[in-house]
């Protein structure tokens, strides 16, 4: 079965930092994507995980610990514009090639305040 | 920068009439996908493509559901007869050969069915 959690909305403060986190239950794993959606438009990608461990990417890190199922991304420095949907997705499937489906969690609504 | 485009944006159609939405990924990219995103829910998987052939479709892709490349550049997902709960959001999605495999999303045809 597939299950992908993730809490489903969050405030936070200009400025602040905010932890998301995912925990996922999939038939394979292939790599954890996070996706930054604002309303009405198209995911766009944040990050990526397939070994275990922390990737930083500016202002934006993802966390994979594959043995717990776990994920989270972390955002600094919030800002007004970082008021979004944030998606995590896992691409799942044992073969490496590029054609694996991705699966999202329902995603993370995120309001960011003054 | 590259992207995925999308056409139309917006199509409205009345139920059990043909549509076709149409994409653009980007050049280098050699697989394709289909998502959709119903309001207020989840991106959904609905198909991947291959060397011009399906590489795997989910549940919700049945047999009123075709895709295609029809030349170098395009591609199509058509549904033969529209229903109501066809009215969603259908993203586009290309991925390259190699690398992370990160998914570039277009920009969405929001599907009216009345």
């Known amino acids: 079965g597939q299950n992908i959690d993730q809490p489903t909305e969050m405030t936070a403060t200009e400025g602040a930092i905010v932890q998301i986190n995912c925990t996922y239950q999939t038939s394979g794993f292939n790599g954890l994507f996070w996706y930054q959606q604002h309303a009405g438009e198209a995911p766009t990608f944040l990050s990526y995980?397939?070994?275990?461990g922390l990737e930083e990417k500016g202002r934006f890190s993802s966390f994979l610990s594959r043995s717990k199922g776990y994920s989270y991304l972390l955002l600094k420095e919030l800002q007004m514009k970082d008021s979004a949907s944030y998606l995590c997705?896992?691409?799942?499937?044992?073969?490496?090639?590029?054609?694996?489906?991705?699966?999202f969690g329902a995603g993370t609504r995120l309001a960011v305040h003054p | 920068e590259p992207e995925v485009t999308q056409t139309p944006s917006h199509q409205v159609t009345q139920m059990g009439q043909e549509v076709i939405l149409r994409c653009v990924p980007i050049s280098n990219h050699l697989y394709f996908y289909w998502y959709r995103q119903i309001l207020g829910q989840k991106v959904e998987f609905l198909v991947s493509?291959?060397?011009?052939?399906?590489?795997?479709k989910s549940e919700i892709f049945d047999d009123q559901f075709s895709v295609e490349r029809p030349d170098g550049s395009n591609f199509t997902l058509k549904i033969r007869s529209t229903k109501l709960e066809d009215s969603a959001m259908y993203f586009c999605?290309?991925?390259?050969?190699?690398?992370?495999?990160?998914?570039?999303f277009g920009p969405g045809t929001r599907l009216t069915v009345t």
């Open positions: 997705a896992v691409r799942e499937g044992w073969v490496s090639g590029g054609y694996n489906k991705l699966i």
């Open positions: 493509f291959y060397n011009n052939e399906i590489s795997e």
């Open positions: 999605a290309s991925s390259e050969a190699s690398g992370s495999y990160e998914q570039y």
């Open positions: 995980n397939v070994l275990d």
